[in-house]
């Protein structure tokens, strides 16, 4: 059984239409559907080092950019 998924958030100031195409694309590279977000919140699977490693090649800048912000365990 898959973990439940973990709550990403898209930064505070972002893009909203960057952090849509960014999530789309991490979507396309890690074989799932890509999730909608809401309020700001996006559900991605609960696998943190396979979703960074997975923005990694999407977006080298990710970490930089601040696009979307890692759950706070």
């Known amino acids: 059984m898959e973990s439940p998924p ?3 958030t898209v930064a505070p100031g972002a893009d909203e239409d960057e952090a849509k195409d960014l999530v789309d694309r991490l979507a396309e590279h890690l074989g799932i559907q890509p999730p909608q977000i809401t309020n700001g ?3 991605l699977p609960a696998n943190y080092p396979r979703v960074a490693n997975a923005l990694d ?3 080298p800048d990710w ?3 601040r696009v979307l912000v890692p759950p706070v365990a």
Request: proline letters at 0%.
């Open 6 to 8: 973990a709550v990403w």
């Open 57 to 59: 090649e999407v977006q």
């Open 41 to 43: 919140m996006v559900m």
């Open 63 to 65: 970490r930089d950019e």
